[in-house]
Each structure stands twice: as structure tokens, then as C-alpha cells.
């Protein structure tokens, strides 16, 4: 009776662990994004909650596009989309519209199918859930679904999909269903309360920077020596605009290990504590333009 009991236990655990629904992300969240086109990868800059919004009398999350390649959770960045969750669907209002959209729908099950007025050439698509997943993320459990497209013209225009709850598409967040011929999106990162939650399995890093390479002090006016560094690292400004601007270093998950507003042409900054690997640094200028370098921390 007791082993049986056991079994019995375990099966409400598991049963608990996948019905468990985990929420959109209302605040201090953002999504690192890049784009292939013709096999060129590029960097997207990244989007993320900026807010709220109300359209047609109902408040949605509005999720803003940054101007840089990182996200500064600047409440003017550009519209994006507006996003609203109810019993763990999510409806989204794009640019231009005013009409909402079931675009996400983590209530489905193997079998089930969501349609889509219209894609991104026109005409209507409808996508099958085909498998379905728990995915552990810190101490939840996420839903994750796979999904294909069932319009067989354009099959091999749709790649299959994988959804995330509370994080959306791997194809990127207003990509649930992507059309594609000569590019594509991905999701590389996503980020809440200033931490990396997930680091998709095809990307090393949250940033193009290092899939394509950066070579060390080229950006100016900010050059930094020695690189590698070991206990510390100095700052060199050729410029006496950037004084007064502020300033942060990253690592490759955009986790900020130092950040502050420069006050000299020349600085330090101590690297002891910084964990052996690739750094990046910026210095934002009053115009808006950004300046970057990375550099290598040896123990």
C-alpha cells in the first residue's frame, strides 16, 4: 500500500509541475534579439517592458524597441507591441493597430491548433502543437510547446516553433509564427530583475559581439589597456565631450559587473573579482551615441 501510495505522490508532483502556469513579465524584462539575412547575422536591438499602455478602454504591457544594443528600460523607446495575458493566453496590439490578436496560447495541448488571421505575406496560417514540455528555469517549471505549420504550400517557408511561457518564441517574441525565405530571428536571451534567466542553446552569448568579433580598442574615443587584463583594468578618454557620461562593463550574458559615471580622462577599475572571460564596456555620449570595446580578464 505504501509503495503505491508512493507512485501516487510522485504522479501529483509531476501533474503539479505542468499545470503550474508562470506569468508574462510586467516589468524589468527584456529580450536580446538577432536576424539572418542571407545568412548574415545581425544583432537586433533589443526589446522590453517599458510600461504600461490602454487601448480601447484595456491596459496592456507595452513593450518598447531600444535604440542601442542594450536596453537602458527608457519609457520613450519606440512602440513595439502591447501585450495583455488572460488564463495563460496572450493577446498582442502591434504598430499601426488597434485591434488585438490571440498570439499565444500555452492552454494547449498535443493536437490543438491556434490560426492567425493574417502572416507576414498575407495570407492566413495555422500552427499544431505537436509536442509539449516542461522546461525547469531557476526553481519553476515553464510550459514549453512545439508547434508546426500546417499550410503545406508553404511548408519549409514556416520553420517549426518552440514557445516558452513567459518568455514566447525562440524566433523572437512577435515572431510565434515566421515567415522565412531569405532571413530569419532568433531569440538569444532573456533577462528579468537585472538577471540572465534563459540563454537560448544556439547562442554562446547574449551579443553579436562575440559570435563576430570585436577587435580591441578600435572604438574611439575610449581606448582601454592593458588587454587582457588581470587585477585591473584602465580607461583612456581621447576626449574631453565623453567627461560627465555614464559608463558600464558587462560580461557576455549582459550580467553589469561595474557601473558609474566618468568623472576623469583616465580611470581604473579593478578586475580581482572578476571571473576569468570576455568583458564588454560602453560610454554613453549626451548625444545619444555609444562608444564600445570589450577585453579579456586572465586570472
Known sequence: MKKYLFVFSLL???????????????????????????????????????????????????????????FEFQSNYPFYCAVREEDSKYYFVFPNETSEVLYYDFNMEVGDTI?????????????????????????????????????????????????????????????????????????SCFHQNDSLVYLNPDFQACYRWTLVGLEENQIQPLKAFPNPANEQISFELLSDELLQSPFEITDMQGKKYFSSTVNSSNFSISTSQFPTGVYFYKILHSSGKVYRGKFIKEN
Open 12 to 70: 501529483v508532483v509531476f501533474q503539479s509541475k505542468a499545470q503550474n502556469s508562470y506569468p508574462f513579465p510586467d516589468t524589468n524584462a527584456y529580450w536580446n534579439m538577432f536576424s539572418s539575412n542571407m545568412g548574415n547575422l545581425v544583432v537586433e536591438n533589443p526589446i522590453g517592458v517599458i510600461g504600461d499602455t490602454t487601448i480601447n478602454n484595456t491596459q496592456y504591457i507595452k513593450i518598447g524597441q531600444s535604440t542601442d544594443t542594450l
Open 115 to 187: 490560426q492567425y488571421p493574417q502572416s507576414t505575406i498575407g495570407q492566413p496560417i495555422a500552427l499544431k502543437v505537436v509536442g509539449k514540455d516542461s522546461l525547469l528555469i531557476g526553481s519553476n517549471y515553464r510550459k514549453k510547446l512545439y508547434l508546426t505549420n500546417l499550410d503545406t504550400i508553404s511548408t519549409g517557408f514556416w520553420p517549426n516553433q518552440v514557445w516558452i511561457e513567459g518568455i514566447g518564441s525562440l524566433y523572437g517574441l512577435r515572431h510565434a509564427h515566421s515567415y522565412v525565405v531569405c532571413s530569419s530571428n532568433a531569440t
